[in-house]
Structures are given as C-alpha cells and as structure tokens.
C-alpha cells in the first residue's frame, strides 16, 4: 500500500474499541505505575509516544513538549492529526471515542500503524481520565477541530474552531491533583526521555520547553535531533570513558520482517552498559533481543578470536561474560506485537526476535572484524584481560560466599543485627563510621533494624576492575551481610537475591561534602554490583536533620532552610539556639532515632533508576577519570542543590 493510500484510509474506521475507561480513576496504578513522581511523569511519555508512532509511521517529524507555568504539560506534532468524522460503531467522533475509550486507537488497526510504542492504546485515555483538564486541538483537513475534557468526561462534542494550514495534533493536560501525589513537573526527568528518544528515532526534530521562569528570570528548553541515532546515544553515554575503537560498530537492518539497530562500543572499563529497547520501551528486564544479541556476539568473537590464534597462545578459558566487559551497546527493534512479561512488564518476551537478532549480529559483527583487523585484535586482548580478571574475581568472590573471612557465624564482626528473621520485615543500616553506628546501635528497635558502620569511603568500583572489588574487605562485608550472592542460571554476573535478608537497605552517612560521597560511593557500588536491589525498591538514603533549633522547652527539627527560617519565625529570635548538625555523630542515640530511624518522623528517600542509560552516563561521569565534565556536572547543578523531604 502507498503512503497516499494508507494516509487517505486513515480515518474512524480504523479505531477500534475494546472496552470503558471506568476503571483508570478508581485504580489508577495498575494503568500507569504508581501516581507519585513516576506515574505523573508516565501521563507525558504516553503523550508523546503517540506522537512517536506517527513518526514511525512515517507521518511526523516534530515533536514539541512543554511544560506550562501552571504545571501542565502540552505535547503538539506535526502528524496526520487524530480522525474527526463519525464513528460507525459508537456514533461520535473517532477524536472523543480516542480520547475517551480505554483501548481505543490506531493502533489495533494494522493498516495504520505496524509497530507502536504506546501501551496498546491505553495511554492517552488514561491520561484524559488522570486530568482534571484536558483540551485537544486536531490541524486536518485545512480545518482546526476541538474538544476540552474534565476527568475524562467530554466538556462539549467536537467542534471546528477555524481553519487550519498545518495538519497534526496538539494535547494540553493538567494532571489531576486529587489523584497524584505531586503535581510538579521535574524538567530533567523529561528532558532526558525526550532525547533517549531522539537518539532512538534519527531525523526526528524534538524540543522541549519549561514556562516556569527560574529564580533568574531565564527559561529552559533544549531542541534534540540526531542524524545518526544509536551511534549517537553510544557517543554521548561513552563521553567520559577512554574507547577503544575510533568508533562504534553499527548494524541496521531488518530480519524476518523485524527491523533491528544496533550500535557497540568496546572502552577500557570493567562494566558492562548495554541498554535495550522495544519499540521506544526501555526494556530494564532484557528478553529475547537481549539473548540474541549476548549469543551472536559471544559465538562470531569466540570464532574469530579461535581463528586468530590469540586465544591458544593467550591459555586461558572464555566465557560470554568476558565479551562483554567493557561494552557499551544499545539495541533496538521493532516488534508489530510485543508480548512482555517479567515482573515489571519490561522483558520482552517474542521467542521470533531472539533468531532474527542473533542472526543479525553474527553475520554483520563478522564483516566488521573481517574488514577491521586492527579493531578486532583491541577487542580480543581486552576479552583475554577480561577472562584473567574473571578468575582473580571468582576466587575473590568465592572467598565472600563461603564466609571465610569472617566471624565464626559467618556475618561480618561490626555486624548488630536484628532479631527478625522475615526479610520483609527487615531493614539494615549501612553508617558512616565506628562513631555515628555505635549510636545507630543504641537508639535503634533491634528488632527489625541492623547496623553495619562502614569505615571510611569504600572502593570506587567505577574505576576498580571486579576482583579488587570482592577483594576489599568494605564491599565484602556488605554481600555477606546482605547475604546475596553472585550468579544465577541465566547470568553468571547476575545477584541472587534468593537469601537476601532485609527488604530495606539504608545508606546513612553525615549531611556534608564527605558524606554525599560516600553516599556516591555507595550508589556507585550498588548501581554497578547489585543493581536488581535498586529495581526491586530495596535501596533507600537516610535523611538526617540539618538543624536544630531550640528555644526554652521548644525545639524544633529541620531539614532546609526553609523549615529553619519558619521554626526561627515560630520561636523569635531572642534566647534561641540553632544547633547545626554537621554529622550523624553530633545526636545521640535517642536524638538520632527520633529524626533519622524512627518509621513515624523519619524521611527516608527511594533511590531508583526512571532512565538506565542516563545514569549510566551520570556514574561515569561523576566516578570516572575524566575530571573537566565532573567539573561543569557540579558547576551546573550546586547552585540548584536541595535535600528532598
């Protein structure tokens, strides 16, 4: 079918409609996430990514996102625009049963779209439904159609406001504070989405905006368009690491009908970054794309570097891990009907694409080597360090699963533990110093929470090849009393969480400079070493008080300057006292309870990871050797530093 055809044969009789909409209000997490942080930023992506699927379609090459002064959001393309005239079945027009019906779109009708990226036509309904206002503007035909929203319920029919000399569609929500949490826009969540997309979708003018002034005056927005994609995204994630290759290996290319690309990039770390999507998805759980690529990858490089002889010279014994130390990789498909599974639904679980990626790889992987000789001779030597590597870490590691270097139980000897044995139940305390965890262990329930002081900083495992990792006896101590181990059936690297005995793991360090490294440090480790703790929620910051200010028999806690400024304005400012806590060993025990431990008073921050690959970049950068960019990070982002309640 040509483009003029199926552009002309999109009209109300492609959307087809599953089922009402009632639900989303009444349960609003099991369509979004949560409706926190994630899930308010969630309404913009499925937004946007029908934006995204006129793009794929062939349709749309701009993309306009804002977020408005009163914290709405408006997301405009330059696309078909979304069908007005009537629909045969539900008797009104295609744009307000779209709007309105949960899974109702395009997207069900295969002649429309051949791949989405949306939630099978959940998204935008569900936004309508989560907004206390919505209004969509729809440029077809020459003509301006309109229709406004108030919780999902249309405020008029369709209506035409005025002509039109562009076709697409504009969306503006405001999301339903009732529902949400919070209500504010963060615009570097967004930003960074907006150009993950970018990279993903080459030839695709994307701009974001904030309305909301800053404390200067001035206003952010920033315009993303990549002309080589993937290879793009792997130059920007690899900016801060030494590459071993003048570039990256790019494959494009479709197989069995599904379009795949891939770009690769060996550097002198002793990570690996590969990051993979579906159709936009960012799929944090791997699935069959993963495998494909692991196992195409691992099989031409074992056959090429067999062939070259380094490996008999090298005698040593290869395994897929060594591939892939030190690999940056991004994969994308496209898939016409994904299935995921996994416990957060990012697994991709298409048996079909696992063939088509492998064969992908392998034949043009081969090519690369064949016609690179240089490059493919970095890549082998930096397999055989990696499988050297591998073996001092297995040793190290196994020295840290027998628990042979500790206490007769087994557990590290500054290890207080606690009485219950219900993980679910448990929370462990990792403390800065001997001297803040001695009053972490007297003021604590010791039923349920554990302390483990941690002397000093612990090793930067960002620079650290594995086996110094488990040979230092901070991060030892950590898996032993976390009681994970390292491996499983399916990834030899992989944790398994299997024993893990605390549902809550507490990074509590001093409020200044040292402290928030350590807390980096700590992140790093975690972020690299244990990064399934981080997805299951596991991983959280203790949020000690900055102040206390203490007036006669009134005193009053605060985390801010501003809750500083109003305590000060509540007590006046003769015979007051201000007590600036500088570490967690100025409070005694009960003090350090009563703000930091206590579950009733306490403010404790969930670390997660909205965007893997931008915070693959930010480790690197922030942990690296490459100093001018950690520079201009901590430049750029001191001045607008805050404690988060």
Not at 344 to 369: C, F, I, P, Q
Not at 378 to 383: L, P, R
Not at 468 to 482: G, M, V
Not at 571 to 595: A, F, I, S
Request: with cysteine; hydrophobic share 35%.
């Amino acid at each position: 079918m040509s483009d003029t055809t199926q552009k002309n044969d999109y009209s109300a009789s492609n959307i087809t409609v599953l089922e009402g909409l009632e639900a989303v209000r009444v349960r609003p997490a099991m369509y979004i996430g949560d409706v926190n942080f994630r899930g308010l930023h969630h309404l913009v992506y499925e937004v946007v990514d029908n934006s995204i699927d006129e793009a794929l379609a062939g349709f749309c090459d701009k993309i306009y996102v804002s977020i408005n002064e009163d914290n709405s959001i408006t997301v405009e393309d330059n696309g078909r625009g979304i069908p007005v005239d009537m629909h045969e079945k539900e008797h009104r027009s295609a744009l307000e049963v779209v709007m309105t019906v949960l899974h109702a779109g395009g997207k069900f009708d295969k002649g429309s779209y051949k791949v989405s990226g949306g939630l099978h036509g959940v998204g935008v309904s569900c936004v309508n439904a989560l907004s206390e206002h919505m209004i969509v503007n729809v440029y077809r035909g020459g003509k301006t159609y309109q229709q406004e929203y108030s919780k999902g319920k249309p405020l008029y029919p369709v209506k035409e406001v005025g002509p039109a000399d562009k076709t697409g569609t504009r969306i503006t929500f405001h999301p339903d504070a009732t529902i949400f949490t919070t209500t504010e826009y963060d615009y570097s969540t967004l930003l960074e989405r907006m150009r993950e997309l970018a990279y993903l979708n080459k030839g695709i003018d994307i701009t974001i905006e904030d309305k909301r002034p800053l404390s200067d005056g001035s206003f952010q927005s920033q315009h993303f368009y990549s002309e080589k994609g993937l290879r793009d995204f792997i130059a920007y994630l690899d900016e801060n690491r030494e590459k071993l290759m003048p570039e990256a290996i790019y494959i494009e290319g479709e197989r069995n009908g599904i379009p795949i690309e891939i770009a690769m990039q060996y550097n002198n770390t002793y990570n690996e970054n590969i990051h993979s999507y579906v159709n936009n998805i960012n799929t944090h759980e791997g699935g069959t794309h993963l495998a494909g690529f692991r196992s195409g990858l691992t099989r031409t490089l074992k056959a090429y570097a067999d062939k070259s002889g380094m490996l008999a010279k090298a005698k040593v014994d290869i395994s897929g891990d060594d591939f892939r130390e030190g690999l940056t990789a991004i994969i994308s498909v496209k898939v016409a009907e994904p299935q995921f599974e996994g416990q957060t639904k990012t697994k991709l679980g298409n048996n079909e694409v696992r063939g088509a990626v492998d064969s992908a790889v392998s034949e043009m992987l081969e090519n690369y080597l064949e016609e690179h000789p240089n490059e493919a001779k970095t890549i082998v030597e930096k397999v055989i360090l990696a499988a050297r590597a591998r073996q001092a870490a297995r040793k190290a590691r196994e020295m840290v699963q027998r628990g042979n270097v500790f206490s007769s139980a087994g557990l590290p000897g500054k290890l207080a533990d606690c009485q219950d044995g219900d993980p679910a139940m448990c929370e462990i305390y990792f403390v800065e110093g001997d001297s803040a965890g001695g009053s972490a262990k007297q003021g604590r329930d010791r039923r349920y929470q554990a302390i483990l002081p941690l002397r000093g900083k612990i090793l930067n495992v960002e620079k650290a090849m594995r086996h110094r990792a488990f040979e230092s006896e901070e991060i030892r101590n950590i898996y032993t009393a976390l009681g994970v181990t390292v491996g499983t059936p399916e990834d030899s690297q992989a944790l398994n969480l299997s024993k893990l005995r605390y549902h809550k793991v507490i990074i509590m360090t001093d409020a200044d400079v040292d402290g928030a490294h350590i807390d980096t440090l700590m992140l790093t480790f975690f972020f690299r070493y244990m990064p399934e703790l981080i997805e299951n929620g596991y991983v959280y910051l203790a949020t000690p008080p900055l102040y206390l200010v203490k007036k006669g028999n009134k005193s009053f806690y605060c985390w801010s300057e501003e809750e500083r400024e109003r305590a000060m304005e509540a007590v006046g400012d003769k015979g007051v006292h201000v007590q600036r806590y500088k570490g967690l060993g100025e409070m005694n025990p009960e003090q350090l309870w009563e703000t930091t431990m206590d579950p009733e008073n306490r403010q404790l921050r969930q670390v997660t990871i909205e965007n893997a690959a931008s915070a693959d970049r930010v480790f690197s950068m922030l942990m690296g050797d490459d100093v001018p960019p950690r520079r201009e990070f901590i430049e750029r982002n001191a001045t607008y530093a805050t404690i988060d309640a």
